[in-house]
């Protein structure tokens, strides 16, 4: 199973764009790239997910590095909901429908 | 549309015995996941069924077992109970073992061992 690394915590003001990067060096080329996202006591949510090309979608939309190595997940106006635990995960499609999740970002928004 | 439900909600047991949980998946997915997550950590790949089978398994013993019945909904089960046991027990469901679908989690089963 492929890594991400992403930073532990981040910080946004209410209103304000937020870029949450993301890491996998190691990505295979049939990884996908998922992104959830976890509230506190409930269980994490789908926000979007992309192979190659930028993703949009109502909830954010996720830009891939040309060499697939980063990514980056863009909320385009951070709201007090948005403060969860974000959870880039890499997925190959050949190895079946799990995800191996790492630590996560925390993001506190800011009123 | 229900999405995924678990059952119970809370639970609290004593080292040594064991511990059934619940799943329903959400309406037309067939495959259902299991996860572990800790306190403080993100979840952790227990084990997938499919068609009733298991499918892929993560690093668990065989202490950690499962089940799915006909109609999809699937239980975990643990035995022999350890204090590191404890965690949030999520399920997730998915159209298609290999689909790329999103999988839909549930909002779990906090389960402490006493």
């Known amino acids: 199973d492929a890594k991400t690394t992403q930073p532990n915590s981040m910080e946004s003001n209410e209103e304000e764009p937020v870029h949450l990067p993301c890491n996998h060096s190691?990505?295979?080329?049939?990884?996908?790239i998922h992104w959830y996202r976890q509230l506190p006591s409930q269980g994490p949510e789908y926000v979007i997910h992309g192979l190659t090309s930028n993703v949009n979608n109502r909830m954010a939309s996720l830009a891939i590095a040309e060499d697939r190595k980063s990514s980056t997940l863009i909320l385009h106006r951070a709201t007090l909901r948005d403060a969860a635990v974000y959870y880039c995960?890499?997925?190959?499609?050949?190895?079946?429908?799990?995800?191996?999740f790492g630590t996560g970002t925390s993001l506190t928004v800011i009123p | 549309d229900a999405g995924v439900t678990q059952s119970p909600t809370h639970l609290i047991k004593t080292r040594g015995q064991q511990v059934t949980l619940r799943c329903s998946p959400k309406s037309g997915h067939d495959t259902v996941s299991w996860y572990q997550q800790a306190l403080g950590q993100g979840p952790q790949f227990i084990f997938q069924?499919?068609?009733?089978?298991?499918?892929q398994r993560g690093n668990f013993p065989d202490r950690f077992s499962g089940h799915q019945f006909p109609n999809y909904s699937s239980e975990l089960n643990v035995n022999a109970l350890l204090l590191g046991d404890s965690a949030l027990y999520l399920c997730?469901?998915?159209?298609?073992?290999?689909?790329?679908?999103?999988?839909?989690f549930g909002d779990g089963t906090r389960l402490s061992i006493l």
């Open positions: 997730a469901s998915s159209p298609g073992a290999r689909s790329n679908q999103p999988q839909h």
């Open positions: 190691t990505i295979s080329g049939t990884d996908y």
């Open positions: 069924y499919y068609e009733e089978e298991e499918r």
């Open positions: 995960i890499l997925r190959d499609q050949g190895t079946g429908n799990q995800f191996y």
